[in-house]
């Protein structure tokens, strides 16, 4: 089938996030929302099979709660009318309501009314928390509330807690939910992801629930695209058992399938991350350990999301030797990356190299980030048949140009340096040109160009004798010296505008 090029896309900062809307590309590819909502739900559900089956049901029992609600808010209203014709004294009249109160508040999240924005807090809180209590996971569910706009009728909130959580933007409009970027929504849920990756470095995905008066609509933030979900109603049962799913899946579903990263774990006991290093070379994984605040975090999740720490391998130890990059690297279909060479290769070809008037990074180990047993990668989030769908990028000048997916890599150098910026006039030069002179010996040694040399990648330390020496890092935009000649244009040209 050909794709579709008609893909709306959310500009932030520099990077291109694509974002697949069932309004703007499924009139000519309709299989792209039968393949995301069926996705969506299979790989938010638990692996462990018996697992899956306690899920399922409690699915079912939120939705019949859901259903009970409604069917309560009919009956309520039935009721109040009967008592008005009968003109119920007025004493009794409020007591009635008092008592009705929390059950409207529930229901009319799952109804088509809309809201009152002054309301919308805890309409939302009384709708979630009775479809929490319908059945019992196996973590604590809860709800907590930020980001609240009386004056657009909208408001942020996190079901769960941590890496794992599921994210969500409540409004009290429908319609919201059914045009989410007539509405901005959908730039309200980029923000979101943002605040929420920053001070959770652990996270690989972010699951989002956008949730309107008897709408729902659930969408997967990755590193270069956010999927959406066709939008459903809670009035009808497909709906209300897409709304049970989702939270279920909140409290039975195992963490990494929601977004979190296994190999990173915070740890409450000895107030450090631990955090899994696979050598590649090896063979081996390595357990090093961080400060609670990552040394670099990168302002935005989308595009390669990196992350550094100072670490150390020892959980006691205060000294921090080495420095854990964290990042998404992009594969890019057609170019031979045996020649452009990763971050990781290129330290590797590097080896033991000295330089008299200068620093060379030094490799501890680094490699692949395994999840579940397997190289972890955006690929295998929603499958094959939605990737299909969804590698995309615009080159200068140029058309849509497919590229496969982003791999998770992580690697530990040394030494921790300082930055320049730390430094007075004199040392930073002295660091400067001593890293241009270290620089010289790289492409002299693996013919590998930087470019991106800039004051955020040259670090100072001091040598053996005290004396202030430079070094440069971060060959994460690194691209051969000699580009081949059996390279096309347009790859020449992704070349530049993807590293």
């Given at each position: 089938?050909k794709?579709?090029k008609?893909?709306l896309?959310?500009?932030h900062g520099?990077?291109?996030?694509?974002v697949?809307?069932?309004?703007?590309?499924l009139?000519?590819?309709?299989?792209h929302?039968?393949?995301?909502d069926r996705?969506?739900?299979k790989?938010?559900?638990?692996?462990?099979?018996?697992?899956?089956?306690?899920?399922?049901?409690?699915?079912?029992?939120?939705?019949?709660?859901?259903?009970r609600?409604?069917?309560?808010?009919?009956?309520?209203?039935?009721?109040a009318?009967?008592?008005?014709?009968?003109?119920t004294?007025?004493?009794?009249?409020?007591?009635?309501d008092r008592?009705?109160?929390?059950?409207?508040?529930?229901?009319?999240?799952?109804?088509e009314?809309?809201?009152?924005?002054?309301?919308?807090?805890d309409?939302?809180?009384?709708?979630?928390?009775a479809?929490?209590?319908?059945?019992?996971?196996?973590?604590?569910?809860?709800?907590?509330?930020?980001?609240?706009?009386?004056?657009?009728g909208?408001l942020?909130?996190?079901?769960?807690?941590g890496s794992?959580s599921?994210l969500?933007?409540?409004t009290?409009?429908?319609s919201?939910v059914e045009?989410?970027f007539?509405?901005?929504?959908?730039?309200r849920?980029?923000?979101?992801?943002?605040?929420?990756?920053?001070?959770?470095?652990?996270v690989?995905?972010?699951?989002?629930?956008i949730l309107?008066p008897?709408?729902?609509?659930?969408?997967?933030?990755?590193?270069d695209?956010v999927?959406l979900?066709?939008?459903?109603?809670?009035?009808?049962k497909?709906?209300r058992f897409l709304?049970?799913s989702i939270?279920?899946?909140?409290a039975?579903?195992?963490?990494?399938?929601?977004g979190?990263?296994?190999?990173?774990?915070?740890?409450?006991?000895?107030?450090?991350?631990?955090i899994?290093?696979?050598?590649s070379?090896?063979k081996?994984?390595?357990?090093f350990h961080a400060?609670?605040?990552?040394?670099?975090?990168?302002?935005?999740?989308?595009g390669?999301f990196t992350?550094?720490?100072?670490?150390s391998?020892?959980?006691d130890?205060e000294?921090?030797t080495y420095?854990?990059?964290?990042?998404w690297?992009?594969?890019?279909r057609g170019l031979?990356?045996?020649?452009?060479r990763?971050e990781?290769?290129v330290l590797?070809?590097l080896?033991?190299?000295?330089c008299?008037?200068?620093?060379?990074?030094?490799?501890?180990?680094?490699?692949?980030?395994?999840v579940?047993?397997?190289r972890?990668?955006?690929?295998p989030?929603?499958?094959?048949?939605?990737?299909?769908?969804?590698r995309?990028?615009?080159?200068?000048?140029s058309?849509?140009f497919?590229?496969e997916?982003?791999?998770?890599?992580?690697?530990?150098?040394?030494?921790?340096?300082?930055?320049?910026?730390?430094?007075c006039?004199?040392?930073?030069?002295?660091?400067?040109?001593?890293?241009?002179?270290?620089?010289?010996l790289?492409?002299?040694?693996?013919?590998?160009?930087?470019?991106?040399?800039?004051?955020?990648?040259?670090?100072?330390?001091?040598?053996?004798?005290?004396?202030?020496?430079g070094?440069?890092i971060?060959?994460?935009s690194?691209l051969?010296?000699?580009?081949?000649?059996?390279?096309?244009?347009k790859a020449?040209?992704?070349?530049?505008?993807?590293?």
């Amino acid at each position: 089938m050909k794709l579709s090029k008609k893909v709306l896309t959310v500009l932030h900062g520099a990077h291109r996030i694509d974002v697949f809307e069932d309004e703007s590309i499924l009139a000519k590819d309709q299989v792209h929302r039968d393949v995301v909502d069926r996705q969506l739900q299979k790989r938010m559900r638990p692996k462990d099979a018996q697992v899956k089956v306690l899920a399922d049901d409690a699915a079912r029992v939120a939705a019949e709660a859901i259903e009970r609600l409604i069917q309560g808010e009919q009956a309520r209203k039935e009721s109040a009318k009967k008592a008005q014709l009968r003109r119920t004294r007025l004493q009794t009249k409020k007591a009635s309501d008092r008592a009705a109160l929390p059950i409207s508040r529930a229901a009319l999240m799952f109804s088509e009314n809309k809201w009152d924005p002054a309301a919308a807090q805890d309409i939302v809180r009384a709708g979630m928390g009775a479809i929490i209590a319908s059945f019992q996971g196996q973590r604590p569910v809860g709800i907590a509330f930020s980001d609240i706009d009386v004056d657009h009728g909208t408001l942020a909130f996190e079901l769960g807690a941590g890496s794992s959580s599921i994210l969500g933007i409540a409004t009290c409009s429908a319609s919201d939910v059914e045009t989410p970027f007539a509405s901005r929504i959908m730039e309200r849920v980029v923000a979101k992801v943002n605040r929420h990756t920053q001070s959770h470095p652990d996270v690989r995905f972010k699951w989002v629930l956008i949730l309107g008066p008897g709408r729902v609509r659930v969408c997967l933030a990755e590193l270069d695209a956010v999927h959406l979900s066709a939008v459903q109603k809670t009035t009808e049962k497909v709906g209300r058992f897409l709304l049970g799913s989702i939270t279920a899946h909140a409290a039975f579903s195992e963490p990494w399938r929601l977004g979190s990263d296994p190999s990173m774990k915070w740890c409450d006991d000895i107030r450090r991350w631990r955090i899994e290093c696979y050598d590649s070379i090896a063979k081996r994984t390595q357990v090093f350990h961080a400060p609670r605040v990552p040394l670099f975090v990168l302002q935005s999740f989308f595009g390669r999301f990196t992350r550094c720490f100072r670490v150390s391998e020892m959980p006691d130890d205060e000294n921090f030797t080495y420095v854990l990059k964290d990042s998404w690297q992009l594969v890019t279909r057609g170019l031979d990356d045996s020649e452009l060479r990763d971050e990781i290769t290129v330290l590797t070809a590097l080896g033991t190299t000295k330089c008299k008037d200068g620093i060379v990074q030094r490799l501890e180990c680094g490699g692949t980030v395994m999840v579940d047993g397997e190289r972890d990668s955006t690929q295998p989030v929603l499958g094959d048949e939605v990737n299909s769908y969804n590698r995309w990028s615009r080159t200068h000048g140029s058309d849509f140009f497919a590229h496969e997916h982003r791999v998770h890599c992580r690697m530990v150098s040394g030494p921790v340096g300082t930055p320049l910026d730390k430094l007075c006039l004199q040392d930073a030069v002295t660091a400067v040109a001593s890293a241009m002179l270290a620089y010289a010996l790289v492409l002299k040694q693996i013919e590998v160009l930087h470019s991106d040399i800039s004051e955020g990648n040259i670090m100072a330390v001091r040598d053996e004798d005290g004396n202030i020496k430079g070094v440069l890092i971060d060959f994460a935009s690194k691209l051969p010296a000699y580009l081949p000649t059996s390279y096309s244009s347009k790859a020449k040209t992704s070349l530049y505008y993807l590293g």
